[in-house]
């Protein structure tokens, strides 16, 4: 018997600092006016040290609500999904720290890394698990620890002002109706570009002492890159084409979509894509302008808040649709 999967329960949790445009001109040369110009954002929040979040452990928050809003308790969940590309550790990922800290069972974690798509990529393998019958509820985890890892300086401006940090989570059940849930889910990657948008060394590729002995004079630059305007353009049509993918696959149009939630890449980015869909202000859900881009957390994020505030109600069509690093892209298509 194949089941469907659905989202039961859905969880966030953000750090309490909140770092606006202006804070971040004190430390390098940016201002207000560029950041939300090109990118829609606001502020962001940024762990703090000393405030004791982790990528893990903001996860874990994030799973708290998410498994007490699907009315079920951690000794219910069969299965951890994790996605981040910032984890505590190089090893092991964070979804054993994530069994160990609930205090679960000896269930499977699985870490996934696919960056900006991760949480649907997540979500996709969670669905399969529960489509199978092999479990029944799995909890998948989106959470980033960015501003440790980033440039704070000029020369890394056009990459630290976008991303910060959070985690969102939503309990993935089994269920029975075939009409209801995840109906289907569609990923790509392109690993001709991997490098475009890549965090390249500390690796096995480039080890520490390498990047000590190229760069002698200069602080050690294991800092995020990203080609801005060609993940930017690949991202508009890789993202129309991934939702037009999932609409077809089940015979909806654009003016079935209840809600489009975008991964939080950039504002312009999110209207692109609204605009070419002719979507009306109330079939997508924005929030990158409180907290920037959080990566593989930007999506549960805005599905929590869009379904805390009655934008997403039983029997509605949500679209999730991601791009990002890799290139990987993806998108789900769900009845709630
Ligand atoms: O989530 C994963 C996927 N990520 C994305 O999809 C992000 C895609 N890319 C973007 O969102 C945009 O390319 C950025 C927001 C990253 C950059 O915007 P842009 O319009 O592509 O700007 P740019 O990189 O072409 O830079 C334009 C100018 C440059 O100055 P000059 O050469 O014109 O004098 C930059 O040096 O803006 C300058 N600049 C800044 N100025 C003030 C770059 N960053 C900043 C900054 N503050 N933070």
């Known amino acids: 018997m194949m089941y469907n999967s659905r989202i039961a329960g859905l969880g966030k949790y953000v750090p309490e600092n909140i770092v606006t445009n202006d804070d971040l001109s004190k430390m390098m040369d940016t201002n207000d006016q560029w950041i939300?110009?090109?990118t829609g954002i606001k502020q962001r929040r940024h762990i703090k040290k000393g405030d004791g979040n982790?990528?893990?452990k903001m996860g874990v928050k994030a799973a708290e609500i998410a498994i007490e809003r699907a009315g079920i308790t951690?000794?219910?969940i069969d299965m951890i999904v994790f996605a981040t590309l910032s984890p505590d550790y190089y090893f092991p990922g964070c979804g054993v720290q994530v069994q160990h800290l609930m205090g679960m069972d000896t269930i499977p974690a699985l870490d996934v890394r696919n960056q900006c798509s991760g949480f649907i990529y997540a979500l996709a393998t969670a669905d399969q698990f529960i489509k199978t019958g092999m479990y029944k509820n799995v909890l998948v985890i989106g959470s980033e620890n960015h501003s440790g890892g980033l440039d704070f300086t000029t020369r890394g401006r056009s990459v630290s002002v976008i991303f910060g940090d959070g985690a969102g989570a939503a309990v993935l059940t089994r269920e029975e109706d075939s009409n209801k849930g995840v109906l289907s889910s569609h990923l790509h990657s392109e690993g001709e570009h991997a490098l475009e948008l890549a965090l390249e060394g500390p690796s096995t590729n480039k080890w520490?002492?390498?990047i000590i002995e190229e760069n002698?004079?200069?602080n050690i630059?294991?800092?995020p890159y990203m080609n801005g305007q060609f993940v930017f353009k690949n991202a508009v049509v890789r993202f129309a084409e991934v939702i037009n993918e999932g609409l077809a696959k089940n015979d909806l149009k654009t003016d079935d979509i209840d809600m489009l939630i975008p991964h939080q890449a950039n504002l312009r980015i999110s209207?692109?894509?609204q605009r070419s869909f002719k979507l009306s202000d109330h079939q997508v859900y924005n929030n990158i302008q409180k907290y920037g881009n959080t990566t593989a957390a930007s999506i549960p994020i805005a599905l929590t808040e869009a379904w805390e505030e009655g934008k997403v109600k039983e029997g509605d069509l949500v679209v999730l649709a991601a791009f990002g690093s890799g290139f990987t892209w993806a998108s789900s298509?769900?009845?709630w």
């Open 36 to 38: 939300q110009e090109r």
């Open 54 to 56: 982790t990528t893990a």
């Open 74 to 76: 951690v000794k219910d």
């Open 208 to 210: 520490v002492p390498e």
């Open 216 to 218: 002698p004079q200069e």
């Open 221 to 223: 630059p294991y800092y």
């Open 271 to 273: 209207q692109f894509v």
């Open 333 to 335: 298509i769900i009845r």
